[in-house]
Nanobody
Framework: QVQLVESGGGLVQAGGSLRLSCAASMSTFSMYYMGWFRQAPGKEREFVAAITWSRDRTYYADSVKGRFTISRDNAKNTVYLQMNSLKPEDTAVYYC???????????????????WGQGTQVTVSS
């Protein structure tokens, strides 16, 4: 059974930073392509960032490019999302997601992922 558990969310002022972590239970974590999504109230879940199993490629939504950084530590079965220069519009529940690495390096829609965490709330005050 694959489990993903996010942590690190909270309340922060605009311009501040937060670091989200996602701990994964699967023993073959290094084979998984990992992503972060977010969902604000009344909105659809949207792609934030993704990283390949080998960490050689990362992808970002235009709205977070230059402010957020995704990384992973395969030895710790953990993927991170460092969020800097936070804005009120970044307020959402953030979800960690995973899938077995496939033929593509570019997975940005929720239905391309097989496993999801429970989410962690990020609130940015103005």
């Amino acid at each position: 059974q694959v489990q993903l558990v996010e942590s690190g969310g909270g309340l922060v002022q605009a311009g501040g930073s937060l670091r989200l972590s996602c701990a994964a239970s699967m023993s073959t974590f290094s084979m998984y392509y990992m992503g972060w999504f977010r969902q604000a109230p009344g909105k659809e879940r949207e792609f934030v960032a993704a990283i390949t199993w080998s960490r050689d490629r990362t992808y970002y939504a235009d709205s977070v490019k230059g402010r957020f950084t995704i990384s992973r530590d395969n030895a710790k079965n953990t993927v991170y999302l460092q969020m800097n220069s936070l804005k009120p519009e970044d307020t959402a529940v953030y979800y960690c997601a995973g899938r077995i690495s496939g033929g593509s390096n570019y997975y940005t829609t929720p239905n391309e992922y097989d496993y999801w965490g429970q989410g962690t709330q990020v609130t940015v005050s103005s």
